[in-house]
Nanobody, 120 residues
Framework: QVQLVESGGGLVQAGGSLRLSCVAS????????MGWYRQTPGKQRELVAT???????VYADSVRDRFTISRDNAKNSVYLQMNSLRPEDTAVYYC??????????????WGQGIQVTVSS
């Protein structure tokens, strides 16, 4: 199966930047889309950004023009560059890999989540 490992979270002041990374491991043949979601206590998990294998990206309105998603297909990795961070960006961020093909089987996988805290 596939395992996603996130890194790069932490505490930053408002206006600062962080870069999240996520690596998918396993005998991966291909991955359709990869993305980032976030969740705060009492709220549903929400989309932050996703990127298809060809590089087309979709962003939530709240992060567009501040966050940039990218991926390295050769490394089965996805990144999220977060600039101009705001306190409302504070959340647990989850990496997602959609339609991961391993030995002819298809999986959807989530990382364990990583905390991002933006202080005012």
């Amino acid at each position: 199966q596939v395992q996603l490992v996130e890194s790069g979270g932490g505490l930053v002041q408002a206006g600062g930047s962080l870069r999240l990374s996520c690596v998918a491991s396993g005998s991966i043949f291909s991955i359709n889309a990869m993305g980032w979601y976030r969740q705060t206590p009492g709220k549903q998990r929400e989309l932050v950004a996703t990127i298809a294998g060809g590089g087309s990206a979709v962003y939530a309105d709240s992060v567009r023009d501040r966050f940039t998603i990218s991926r390295d297909n050769a490394k089965n990795s996805v990144y999220l560059q977060m600039n101009s961070l705001r306190p409302e960006d504070t959340a647990v961020y989850y990496c997602n890999a959609d339609k991961v093909v391993i030995r002819g089987k298809v999986y959807d996988s989530w990382g364990q989540g990583i905390q991002v805290t933006v202080s005012s």
